[in-house]
């Protein structure tokens, strides 16, 4: 046999495999645009909702700011953002019906509040003609609930303020377990607990590990209830994919539980052979106003934290760190100091 017949037999055997393979890599290349599309549009959609999160109503609503943590929540206002900027993403924003296909791959929306949280799943009920139909509904607030080995029942909240009902004594106690404006920042308040020997309230790195750990827990004891019932509840609708709780390493889940937030999933939009499944987490921290302001006096550059100090001096400049206000020349005021 000739050589040129050897090399159109080797074409001929060679070039299915090579059709086949760059099939494979525009394949490739399509679902990673996808994937990359879909992350922006539910990143985008998470922090619209967080802006709207402390978007009150009005303003006699607002909280009191006793703690930086402690804002009132507009959970519906969050979730009208989250899909509205989902919708728009996804240009389904005057399609109903694609609404409804998009919103089945939203199994559950969770807001993180300061004393408790809210988790948004669909639930079934009968339209105006009786037909039956899919609707997010928000669940009750859930409590951050723990009971300690002296079965005193503690609600916690984001930061060390905590409800705790005593049942030997049948008393209800409230307030910040360590005082937050002492020097150490972690003194027990003794008066308050006067009488309870519950370990938790003695030490407060247990008592932080504790906290995040119960809130962490509840939430995914719930989000794992809601996605398991999301399953059964849209295979009714043609919707085969199999909804489960994505892997969220220990960090992350920590940051859910340290400023009140949302966090979304997204789960079985088709992305080539496979499918897509992601979270997003946004947090009030985010969209917070810068607290360190920098003045100027007896013609040095100063900058404080004015969430924990107040001045009488004229702002002249606002930053988001420490460092970026040094970065500019400014130097730490501590309180005494003003």
Not at 140 to 156: A, C, R, T
Not at 174 to 180: I, N, P
Request: glycine letters at 6%; one cysteine or more; charged letters at 20%.
């Amino acid at each position: 046999m000739k050589i040129t017949n050897f090399a159109v037999l080797a074409i001929i055997i060679i070039l299915p495999f090579i059709i086949i393979n760059t099939f494979n890599i525009e394949a490739q290349k399509k679902a990673l645009f996808l994937e990359t599309r879909y992350n922006a549009a539910i990143d985008a959609a998470t922090q619209d909702a967080t802006l709207m999160l402390l978007n009150n109503a009005s303003q006699g609503s607002e909280s009191l700011y006793e703690s930086a943590k402690n804002v009132r929540v507009n959970k519906e206002a969050a979730a009208e953002a989250f899909f509205q900027t989902m919708y728009l993403n996804f240009d389904v924003q005057d399609d109903p019906y694609a609404q409804g296909t998009l919103n089945r791959y939203v199994p559950a929306l969770v807001v993180i509040g300061y004393d408790g949280y809210y988790i948004l799943s669909e639930k079934e009920f009968a339209d105006a003609t009786g037909q039956k139909a899919l609707k997010h509904v928000w669940s009750v607030k859930k409590p951050y609930s723990y009971k300690d080995e002296k079965g005193n029942l503690i609600s916690f909240t984001l930061d060390d303020y905590v409800t705790m009902f005593d049942p030997t004594t049948k008393e209800l106690k409230k307030g910040y377990l360590f005082d937050v404006n002492s020097d150490s920042g972690q003194k027990f308040v003794a008066e308050m607990w006067n009488g309870n020997t519950s370990s938790l309230i003695q030490d407060p790195k247990r008592f932080d590990t504790v906290r995040r750990s119960t809130i962490v827990s509840l939430i995914q004891q719930d989000l794992q209830y809601e996605i398991n019932k999301h399953n059964t509840l849209v295979k009714r609708y043609g919707v085969t994919y199999t909804f489960t709780l994505p892997s969220i390493d220990q960090e992350e889940w920590n940051n859910t539980v340290d400023d009140v937030g949302v966090l979304s999933f997204v789960q079985g939009i088709p992305v080539g052979t496979e499918y897509y499944n992601n979270y997003a987490l946004g947090g009030a921290r985010i969209i917070q106003k810068p607290s360190i302001v920098g003045i100027t006096a007896n013609g040095i550059k100063y900058y404080y934290d004015r969430t924990a100090c107040k001045s009488s001096y004229v702002t002249e400049e606002t930053f988001t760190s420490k460092k970026e206000a040094a970065q500019e020349g400014y130097h730490p005021l501590s309180c005494s100091n003003k």
